[in-house]
């Protein structure tokens, strides 16, 4: 089974702080995805990458950005935390072979900012 | 611009009764098709997916789900509800036009009485 780790399941910070989300993936999965999930707001894309060194903005990048130096790591991060980013942050990861696979999710990392 | 409607945000059902949840999606092209399930404090599990074919498919837990194209909607279904299906469910949808990206639902968070 595909496994999607986030390095932490709660984490809290304070506004203005640097705030770095890590997830690692063992399948081997070129695309990787950062999502963040607000109650009924379901999950909006803030950013994904295809391959390694590449990124793309999703539909809400503001006050984020990403690194993935490595194929089975990709981080998130919010340059400035404002209270406004609490939220639950979840990391998924595809195979490239095409549009219809599915995307394997971690277990969410609850961030809260103070 | 594409979009998924999940019509129901919560919905309560008695233990052993059937279960319908709602998903339509607005497409221009053939979409792929997606039902996940989030327990609570978990992440996204697939449950089930449509690609072409036949256009009811079978997932796990006892899911099931029918594609219609003629009312662009993909609803998942199951026969008799057990207490451990309460949970929220989302519909996902990708295209050939999107690339990977997936559009989700805004969820129908599902409650089991007993």
């Known amino acids: 089974d595909v496994k999607v780790t986030q390095s932490s399941r709660y984490l809290v910070k304070r506004t203005g702080e640097k705030v770095f989300l890590e997830c690692v993936q063992d399948?081997?999965?070129?695309?990787m995805f950062w999502y963040r999930q607000d109650p009924g707001l379901g999950l909006r894309l803030i950013y994904f990458?295809?391959?390694?060194?590449m990124k793309e903005k999703g539909d809400i990048p503001e006050g984020y950005s990403v690194s993935r130096e490595k194929k089975e790591r990709f981080s998130l991060i919010l340059e400035s935390a404002s209270t406004n980013q609490t939220s639950m942050y979840l990391c998924?990861?595809?195979w490239g072979g095409g549009s219809n696979q599915p995307q394997h999710f971690g277990d969410g990392t609850r961030l809260s900012i103070l | 611009a594409q979009s998924v409607t999940q019509p129901d945000i919560h919905i309560t059902v008695s233990e052993g009764a059937s279960l319908e949840l709602r998903c339509n999606y607005s497409?221009?092209?053939?979409?792929?098709l997606f039902w996940y399930v989030q327990s609570p404090g978990q992440g996204l599990q697939l449950l089930l997916k449509?690609?072409?074919?036949?256009?009811l498919v079978q997932g796990i837990k006892g899911f099931e789900a029918e594609f219609k194209r003629s009312q662009s909607s993909f609803n998942l279904r199951k026969p008799s509800v057990h207490w451990s299906d309460a949970a929220e469910y989302f519909c996902?949808?990708?295209?050939?036009?999107?690339?990977?990206?997936?559009?989700f639902g805004t969820g129908t968070s599902l409650t089991v009485i007993p």
């Open positions: 998924a990861s595809s």
């Open positions: 399948m081997d999965h070129e695309n």
């Open positions: 990458s295809y391959d390694v060194k």
């Open positions: 497409y221009g092209a053939t979409p792929y």
């Open positions: 449509y690609f072409s074919g036949d256009t």
């Open positions: 996902a949808v990708v295209s050939l036009n999107t690339g990977n990206q997936f559009y």
